[in-house]
């Protein structure tokens, strides 16, 4: 086995345990908890332009359950190093909250901004979506998404990384305001062309103070072609 694969599967038990510890340590607050998994591929067309490919999953975990499936499609073009546009598309089997499955179709259009600045990398992510069903019962969404992550390359296959990102909906059953935000921390581990993430997340919305805010662990493994 390569020394760096051997690196990487040393550290893993310990970053799993310190996001877990994360996580239940914010589960005081009455929040639910959920699994994400996000496996795909991503092909470079030519030195700008790159098509990506991500199947995500999302499990519910108490109880144990599929809650949603949502493959998703995306082609991204760099202007310049530091500017990125992106246009995707998503389709979404989603568990409503009376345990039925309902179809959505997602469009979406990101503008991305990065730099450097000595070891640390800022990339700020803007996005607009649009979410739409055919089931009678359910609304079409629109939202714009701001994303802000901190980054510290550390010259070497492991990268950690905060960030924040907000929610604001235009139109839909959300309403309109500011619905909801997430706070993130994890590593990215880079071999070859393989890319495995970790991450913790916390997410909490704020038009229904009803709904519970979310305790997620994203386990994900992207491979270059």
Known sequence: MPRTVRNIVSLLPAVVAL????LVASGAQAADEELWTK????????????LDFIQNTRFHTD?????????????????KKWLRFSLGYRYLQMRNKFERFVEWHRVYADVRVRTK???VKVSNRVRYQEQRSSDFSAQNRHWFRDELLF?????????????????YAIAGQDGTGFHKYRLEAGVDFKVGDHQLGIEYRYENKLLDAGDPSLNILVLSYVFDI
């Open 19 to 22: 996001l877990w510890c994360l």
């Open 39 to 50: 496996v795909g591929v991503r092909y470079r067309v030519n030195k700008r332009l790159r």
């Open 63 to 79: 109880p144990w359950r599929v809650d949603n499936v949502m493959p998703d499609l995306s082609g991204n073009y760099d202007v």
């Open 117 to 119: 600045l000595n070891k």
């Open 151 to 167: 980054g510290y390359d550390t010259d070497s296959f492991w990268d950690p990384f905060v960030g924040a990102e907000l929610f």
